[in-house]
C-alpha cells in the first residue's frame, strides 16, 4: 500500500556511504511503492570520497581504497544488484603473499599465518621475523588457559596490544601483527579495541581456548568445503579502479534524485511542523530546505558541527571519535630499476624498525592493468595514528622521504615515471577501547530525534562492505519511519 504524499529525505555526504544509502532508499521505495525525493549534498566538486581512480596514458591508479574484502558479503551484492559483479576481478595468484620488514629485509609472511594466528608449526619455526625465544612463545598458545577476570579490564574487550602479549608474546606483537594490523586500521595497537575491529578472535579463545586450536579446526572445515567456494577469493577489486562503484552509483542515483556538488551542509534544524531544515553553502551565500527526513554519511566531526545546535549531547559524543591521518605516494617505475623482485602483494613495516613509511602496496603485482608492461606501481603509506607527526612536512619532503625509503628497502634505484602524492586528512575513524560503548551512546542520542540517521565507516566498521551495509541499514530505518503509521511505531 502505497501513501500519497511524496517524502523528501537529504542524503548528506557523497562517499561510498552516501551514495550506498541514496541508492537503496530508492530500492526500498520502489518495493514498498512509496514515493520519495532524494537530494544528496556533496561539499566536494565530485562523489566519491575517499575512493577514486585517475586513468592516465597506461596508468591506473585508485586514490583510496584499491579492494574490498568479499567475506562480508554487503559489497558483492551491490555490485550484483547494480549488475557490475561482471567487472569484478580477484588478486593474482603468483604474487599471493605478504612481505614484513625485519632488520631492514623484507621477509615472507610465513605460510598459514592469518592476520594474528598460525596455523602451520613448519613455516613458524623456519621464519626469521621471530628469535627462537619469540617462537616458543608463540608455540605455548596453544597450552594456555583461557583469560580469567581481570580487575578493572572490560572483561567483553581488550586492546589489541593487550590480547596479543597475553596470548602470543611481545615480539609476536612488535615483529609480526603489529605491523599486519597497521596496514589495515593505521592504529596503535595499545589503544585499538579488539572486541571492535576483530572480535573474531576474542571468540575463538571463548569458544576453542587456543586460537592455535580454533585457526586448525578452521582450515579442516575449509578444506571439506572447497567444492563449493566462493567464485571471489578473500579480496576483489574492479577491472576499471574502485571508482567504477562510485561512479555508477552515482549515475544510478542522479537518474531519480539530485546531487548538489560543492554544497556543504552547516546546519541541520527540527522544523516543529516536523521534519528538518538543512543549509548548505553554495556560491558563497547560504540556502535553506525541509526535508521529511535527514540521513548523514560524513566523518563523525563534520555530524558533530551539524547537530550541535539542536543535539548538543549527540554532537559531543560524535566528536568524540577521534580520525588519523595518512599520505600515500603514487609511484611507477621501471622493474629493471628495483633490485627486490616484489614477490609479494606489498610490504609492511614494523613501528620498530622506526621508519618513515608504514606500507607499500605493489598494487600492479595485485591486480592487471595498474602499470604498463615492464614497469609496476607501488604505493607507499605515510602518516597514520603512530606517525601523525610526518605529515606536517610539504608534498615535496614526504616525497623525498619515500624515496629514500624505497632505495634503502627495496633498491629502487632510478626515478619514477610518474608520482603523485594523495593526502587523506581525518580520514581513518580509531576504534579505541570503548568504541562499541560510545557508538551505542551515539545510537541512543540518536533515537531520540525521529527521521535522522547517521551512517558510515566511524560506527561498527571501517571497510567499503561495512560502509554500504551501514548505509542500507539506515536507509532501511528511514523508510520505516517515514512509511510506517506512528500508532504502528508506538509501542
Known sequence: MSSTATKRIAVIGGGITGLSAAHRLFELADAQQQSIEVTLFESQPETGGWIGTIEQQDY??????????????????????????????????????????????????????ELMTPSRIGPMLKTPLLSLRGKLRMGLEYFLPRRHSVTGLDQDDESLAHFVKRRFGAEALSRLIQPLVAGIYTSDPEKLSLRATLPRFLDMERDHRSLIKAIRKQKRAAKSADATGARYGLFAAFRGGMQTLTRTLAERVSERGTIHFSQPVTKISPVKAGGYAVTSEADGGSQTQHFDSVLIATATHYAAGMTAGFAPELSKLLSQIEYASTAILVNIFKLSDIKHPLNAFGLVIPAAEQRKIFAVAFASRKFPGRAPEGCVQLRTFVGGAMQAELLKHTDEELENIVQSELADILGVTGKPLFSKLLRHNQSMPQYHMGHLQLVEQIEQQADQYPGLELAGNAYRGVGIPDSIHSAEQAAERLIVTLFTPASVQSP
Open 60 to 113: 591506473l591508479i585508485d586514490t583510496g581504497a584499491d579492494m574490498f574484502i568479499t567475506n562480508k558479503p554487503a559489497a558483492i551484492e551491490l555490485c550484483q544488484r547494480l549488475g557490475l559483479d561482471d567487472q569484478l576481478i580477484s588478486t593474482n595468484t603468483q604474487y599471493r603473499g605478504a612481505l614484513i620488514l625485519n632488520n631492514g629485509k623484507p621477509v615472507p609472511v610465513p605460510l598459514g599465518f
